[in-house]
């Protein structure tokens, strides 16, 4: 497989309805509960005719012992291997946590490209209470979006698709 999209980040940001939004039709779970998606999902894209495969990842959890969330935690770094572009999602409603903090510590070493995605930017209000993000240091854009409604995904798409 070439041209592959990983979507990560921690349970309940978006990550699921992100990935049903660009594949089209319903693959992965998306629950109201955190953590609901346990492995990765695989589908396909396509935007402006370029075709692009997306992955979508459980949430990643650190500092457990729970064994479950070391598989979830396993999944994730598989995909980002496998990964050509990495979404690193972050929730605007929430705000930055913890969680975020860690994984933005795993994503400093890779060595791809990364865009920082602050979804939930359901108006475009809410786009000023992104800026926060910036302190988790992802040297990159900083997309506001919304998987709910497609606000900024457009752009989003623009971007990811500009590397195949
Ligand atoms: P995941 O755990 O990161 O895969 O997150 P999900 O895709 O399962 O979504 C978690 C919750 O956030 C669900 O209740 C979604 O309906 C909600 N959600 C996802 N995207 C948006 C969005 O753009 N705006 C709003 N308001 N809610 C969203
Ligand atoms: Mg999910």
């Not at 602050?118 to 988790?136: G, H, Q």
Request: glycine share 8%; hydrophobic share 40%.
């Amino acid at each position: 497989m070439s041209n592959i999209v990983a979507i990560v980040g921690r349970p309940n940001v978006g990550k699921s309805t992100l990935f049903n939004r660009l594949i089209g039709s319903r693959k992965a779970i998306v629950n109201e509960e955190s953590g609901v998606t346990r492995d990765r999902n695989y589908g396909k894209s396509e935007w402006n005719g370029k075709e692009f495969s997306v992955i979508d990842t459980g949430g990643y959890v650190s500092n457990s012992d729970d064994i479950f969330e070391e598989e979830i935690n396993k999944q994730v770094l598989l995909a980002i291997e496998e990964a050509d572009v990495i979404l690193f999602m972050v929730d605007t409603e929430i705000g930055l946590t913890d969680l975020d903090q860690n994984f933005a510590k795993l994503l400093r070493n890779i060595q791809k490209p990364i865009y920082l995605v602050a979804n939930k930017v359901d108006t475009s209000e809410r786009i000023y209470d992104a800026s926060e993000f910036y302190r988790l240091g992802i040297n990159s854009d900083l997309f506001c979006i919304s998987s709910a409604n497609g606000f900024g995904t457009g752009e989003l798409l623009d971007k990811i698709t500009s590397h195949f």
